[in-house]
Each structure stands twice: as structure tokens, then as C-alpha cells.
């Protein structure tokens, strides 16, 4: 079911991220680069019932697809108590985790019974040298051990995220689709992008759809691209000659902004309408206030009615594209920062 609720541009409300920590244990540069960072007020962060609620409440206004993001959601305590109560509302059809992998072997059988229908891992390297100085952290092999757990536990379709960034990981890709391909799973590469706490991005770094699929067709032949997805997906996927698929999520250099059904929701209870949204829609103020169901489906309603964000493509626009904000400007407002607003 598509939800009847849609924004000036007639794109429906789709799929909810919510993100339940800005914490996170890895550094990846191309997110959380700096040595500091603020963090939200632990009072001003949504309970397990806030947050059920809110679900609730969009997906009484016809959205199915959740994903828990944030921050590293394996961070929240007891995450598969949310995924619990979540998947008991039958509206929700599709409930899906993000995470780096670190903590999965150890929660991957847990969120899998109490209801988690999907899971994506971010491993940009195959290389435990690369990671450990990439995103200051020595635990890939935690990182291997959770896909593997998380094969273990027959989630459905595991994806894997890999951001290319030129002169780190762009010699792996073909690497990164063999280390797929011997688990079931399927890599999307993800075109770095200009977002929030991507303070270090800079466009001679970005390695576009295009060339990416010249690569890989160098190494592997001919490419086909697959039609007939969901149509706001992200990705685009493509198949190799033996059949092996992949995704490439071009937010960069062709935005999908005309096909964006996703909203998100901070870990303190912002709703942002777009990944580049300067700000957003505060749902813990009433939430907490006592606000009826009703009153927050309006509040929502509302929001998404007046929506008109296409923020990739005005990104795109930009003539001498530079990092979207400089540290002082997050440190103003962590709300900007990509590890809040849940990747
Ligand atoms: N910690 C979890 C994880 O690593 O998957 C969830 C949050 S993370 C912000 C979600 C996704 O955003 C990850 O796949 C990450 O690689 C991606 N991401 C973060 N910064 C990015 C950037 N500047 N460009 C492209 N993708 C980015």
C-alpha cells in the first residue's frame, strides 16, 4: 500500500528511518571525522514507547517500510525490544537495520526472532589496515563475524554499503562484489556524498556511477541495468554477465530526488524531510506534551503536504561544490550531523 498522503511534488510517504543513537563506535572520515563531537541531551532522546509510537502513527498514514539507522543502532540497549514492539503493528511490513556490523554477531539471532526483516552492513574494505585507518577502528573481523551471523540468521536479502571514495577503497570494488556474491548478499556503492558531517568531502574524490560501471565492465563485461524495481529505491541495480547483482546509489552525480519517499527521524524526535534539510519538524515537543494520535498524524500530515525538498539536486547545482557545512556549523547544530540524522 502507498501512502495517500503526498508532498507538492506527489511523492508519497514512504519509508521511515528512524535513528535510535548518535553515537556510533567507528570514525569513518567520510562521517565523523573529528575528534569531538556534541552529543544530543540523553533526556531529549526517544524511549522504545516514544518512538513505537511515532511509528505508529506514520504508519497509520500508510507507511510500511521502517529502517532503524542512526548513530550505530547496536549501541541502543536492547534494540530487538524495539524491533519487537514495532513488528507487532501488522502495518509495518518491512522492518530493516543499518549498521557497521561491529556488535551484529552478538545481536543477530535476537533481532532476527524478535521480528527484523532485513539488515544492511557498511564495510568499505576488505582491508583491516584500511578500515583501522579510515574509520578508526581495529574490528573488522567483528565487522566479517556479524555478516556472517547475520547470513546465519536467514535475514532476507543482506545488502552491504560501500562508500567509494577515491584513493581509499576504489580498487576494491570488483573484491567487494566476489566477497558478496560468496554470501548471498548484494553491494550497493554508495557515491560519497556532500552531506553533514562530511566535513573532508571534496568532488575529485567522489567516484561517480559512471565510473564505476566502467570499471567493473572492464573487469567483468558487459553490464545490464535491471528494470522494474520499487521505483523509490535508491538504488539503481545492475547485473554482471554471470547474473550477479549489485547496486549504485548515485545521491551525487544523478540524485533521485524526484522519486524520494523517505523522511527520517532523529534519535531526540526531529523529523527531516530531506538528508540535506537545514532543519526540521520537532515531534518530541508534542509527543511529550500529550498530544493525541490524531494531532500528531496532522502535525505529520501537514509537514509532508508542504514538502518540497530536492535537496541532492540543488547540491548538484552548486557551481564550486564544497563540504555542505564546516565543523563550527554542526557543532551549532549536531541535528546537521549525518551520524544523527541517521544515514
Ligand atoms: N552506523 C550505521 C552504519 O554504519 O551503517 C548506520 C548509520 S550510517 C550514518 C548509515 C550509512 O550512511 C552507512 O552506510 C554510511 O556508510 C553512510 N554514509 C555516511 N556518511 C556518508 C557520506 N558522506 N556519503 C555517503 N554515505 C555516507
Not at 554477465?241 to 532523529?266: L, V
Request: charged share 25%; with cysteine.
Amino acid at each position: 500500500m502507498t501512502s495517500s498522503v503526498r508532498d507538492r511534488l506527489g511523492r508519497p510517504l514512504g519509508s521511515l528511518r528512524v535513528s535510535v543513537t548518535d553515537r556510533c563506535n567507528m570514525r569513518c572520515s567520510y562521517c565523523m571525522p573529528e575528534a569531538e563531537y556534541e552529543w544530543l541531551p540523553r533526556a531529549q532522546i526517544l524511549t522504545f514507547e516514544e518512538i513505537t509510537r511515532l511509528v505508529g502513527v506514520f504508519a497509520g498514514l500508510g507507511v510500511a517500510k521502517v529502517r532503524l539507522t542512526g548513530g550505530e543502532p547496536l549501541l541502543r540497549h536492547d534494540l530487538d525490544q524495539l524491533v519487537r514492539m514495532i513488528h507487532a503493528n501488522r502495518r509495518v511490513t518491512d522492518q530493516a537495520l543499518t549498521t557497521n556490523g561491529v556488535l551484529l554477531a552478538q545481536h543477530a539471532a535476537r533481532l532476527k526472532a524478535a521480528g527484523l526483516g532485513r539488515v544492511t552492513v557498511s564495510l568499505d574494505t576488505l582491508r583491516p589496515d584500511r578500515m583501522e585507518r579510515f574509520a578508526r577502528t581495529a574490528r573488522h573481523a567483528d565487522v566479517l563475524a556479524g555478516i556472517g551471523a547475520a547470513q546465519g540468521a536467514g535475514f532476507d536479502r543482506l545488502k552491504i554499503n560501500t562508500v567509494v571514495v577515491r584513493g581509499f577503497n576504489d580498487d576494491e570494488l570488483g573484491d567487494l562484489i566476489e566477497f558478496a556474491r560468496a554470501r548471498d548478499a548484494e553491494v550497493r556503492f554508495i557515491e560519497y556524498m556532500d552531506v553533514g558531517g562530511a566535513t573532508r568531502w571534496s568532488l575529485d574524490r567522489v567516484v561517480s556511477q559512471r565510473e564505476v560501471l566502467d570499471r567493473l565492465g572492464h573487469r567483468y563485461g558487459s553490464i545490464t541495468a535491471i528494470t522494474g524495481d520499487d521505483p523509490h529505491a535508491p538504488a539503481e541495480r545492475f547485473a554482471l554477465p554471470d547474473g550477479t547483482t549489485f547496486g549504485i546509489i548515485a545521491s551525487t552525480t544523478a540524485p533521485f530526488c524526484r522519486a524520494c519517499d523517505r523522511s527520517r527521524i532523529t534519535a531526540d524526535g526531529q523529523w527531516l524531510l530531506c538528508l540535506y534539510a537545514e532543519s526540521g519538524v520537532d515531534l518530541r515537543e508534542p509527543l511529550r506534551s500529550g498530544a493525541s494520535d490524531d494531532a500528531l498524524a496532522a502535525v505529520i500530515t501537514a509537514g509532508w503536504e508542504g514538502r518540497t525538498d530536492r535537496g541532492a539536486e540543488a547540491r548538484l547545482a552548486v557551481p564550486e561544490r564544497e563540504p555542505l557545512y564546516r565543523v563550527s556549523g554542526l557543532r551549532a547544530d549536531p541535528h546537521r550531523e549525518m551520524h544523527t540524522r541517521g544515514g
